[in-house]
């Protein structure tokens, strides 16, 4: 019995995503699923791992930045009273 594998792209519409799906021999899913192909559809809709690390490094970024800003103090002049 062979085994459903997914990949991104492709014209077949799967859980609301475009994606390629192809039916392999159970001896050889290993071979393609260290080539990228997903074993289940809801992988499809996972971050990739470049798209993880790019987020965490704008994160570190964004972090860094906030920590860095100096806050002045705002300074008002006091108002002179009046002498009517």
């Given at each position: 019995?062979?085994?459903?594998?997914?990949?991104?792209?492709?014209?077949t519409?799967v859980?609301?995503?475009?994606?390629?799906?192809i039916?392999?021999?159970?001896?050889?899913?290993?071979?393609y699923?260290?080539?990228?192909?997903?074993?289940?559809?809801?992988?499809?809709?996972?971050?990739?791992?470049t798209?993880?690390e790019?987020?965490?490094?704008?994160?570190?970024?964004?972090?860094?930045e906030?920590?860095?800003?100096?806050?002045?103090?705002?300074r008002?002049?006091?108002?002179?009273p009046?002498n009517?």
């Amino acid at each position: 019995m062979g085994q459903m594998l997914y990949k991104l792209g492709g014209d077949t519409k799967v859980w609301n995503t475009k994606a390629h799906v192809i039916v392999v021999d159970e001896v050889d899913v290993d071979e393609y699923l260290a080539d990228g192909w997903l074993d289940h559809p809801s992988k499809l809709l996972l971050p990739t791992e470049t798209e993880t690390e790019t987020e965490t490094e704008t994160e570190t970024e964004t972090e860094t930045e906030t920590e860095t800003e100096t806050v002045k103090p705002v300074r008002t002049k006091k108002a002179k009273p009046s002498n009517e």
